[in-house]
């Protein structure tokens, strides 16, 4: 049995979507549904059961639990404008312990998801050797709670008996349920539709242009080709940066939602709001190296064919999921 934890979520869903496209359906989904829309993520999927986060842990906590084959351990809260640090070290750091720890213990592949959160500002750059991860000092909080558990592991040298992944700015199908939290792609998708133009917030920066901000986007689809790599390959251990290696501009991401949806760019730069100034990542850019020197065969699709896929085949006319 494989256990995913957040399995109702963006990409916990989508992972499970790739186990059964694999063949594999002996699935323990873990979430916490609550009132949440995401339960539409589970729609179609194939699994042996559901648990509720809490039940899982007090399962494992009383060794109640078939054989276990892996955990892949993507529940988290992802919010990074999350104000209850408290929730968040319970929820983001204990909880990853206590599974890694009984996984450790079990000899259980276990992978779970870190972030690129936790680079911050970027000052030390976006190498994830062990000793650059360190050093690293997060904008915010999410990225707080994240980066406290990859200094754990590697303070208790524990690393190489797992593998996390630090996802960068991930978009695609499932995502939908996540407010706030979903990608520009998915909200500007009905900006457009409504307004017909995109927003996107001024710098504060004199060194960046407006919408010359840039991120690592990465498209779920070849996140989850990494995690089924991952997943069959137990030799591969450690903490990886999971991106595309290419910063793309935000104007460089409106332009290709336009384009997939056959309308001329029409861009509005707007305040980026106060509360956000002091937080906000201008640049970020995975470094693969190591994803690359392990071995990953993974081909990273080009941002304007993502946008496409997604835009296209998920977003219009309605949405579909993975």
Not at 190 to 199: A, L, T
Not at 221 to 246: A, F, H, R
């Amino acid at each position: 049995m494989i256990v995913v934890t957040g399995g109702a979520g963006f990409i916990g869903s989508a992972m499970v979507a790739k186990l059964n496209e694999k063949g594999v359906t002996d699935i323990l989904v873990v979430d916490e549904l609550g009132t949440s829309s995401k339960w539409k993520n589970l729609l179609g999927k194939r699994f042996t059961d559901y648990l509720h986060k809490d039940a899982f842990l007090d399962a494992v906590t009383s060794d109640k639990l078939p054989k276990i084959d892996a955990v892949i351990h993507m529940g988290a809260n992802s919010s990074t404008t999350e104000k209850d640090v408290e929730h968040l070290m319970e929820n983001n750091y204990r909880y990853t312990r206590r599974l890694a720890e009984w996984s450790i213990k079990k000899k259980t592949r276990f992978i779970y998801a870190s972030s690129g959160a936790t680079y911050g500002d970027g000052s030390f750059g976006f190498a994830d050797d062990d000793e650059t991860s360190l050093k690293l000092s997060p904008l915010n909080a999410y990225g707080y709670s994240k980066q406290i558990f990859d200094a754990w592991l590697l303070q208790n040298k524990l690393s190489h008996k797992v593998a996390g992944i630090k996802f960068f700015n991930v978009f695609g199908p499932n995502e939908y349920h996540k407010g706030d939290m979903r990608s520009l792609v998915c909200k500007a998708y009905y900006q457009i539709e409504e307004i017909g133009k995109i927003r996107l917030f001024k710098s504060h920066k004199p060194e960046y242009k407006d919408g010359e901000q840039v991120r690592d986007f990465v498209y779920i689809k070849d996140c989850t080709e990494v995690m089924w790599w991952l997943l069959n390959t137990p030799s591969v251990n450690g903490i990886y940066n999971l991106g595309t290696g290419k910063a793309r501009t935000w104007n460089d991401l409106a332009k290709a939602i336009f384009s997939a949806m056959n309308l001329p760019a029409n861009i509005e730069y707007i305040e980026m709001p106060e509360q956000l100034r002091n937080a906000y990542q201008y640049h970020t850019e995975a470094s693969i190296k190591k994803l690359s020197a392990a071995g990953c065969p993974v081909k990273f699709r080009s941002l304007e064919d993502s946008v496409k896929d997604y835009v296209q085949n998920y977003l219009h006319p309605e949405l579909r999921y993975l």
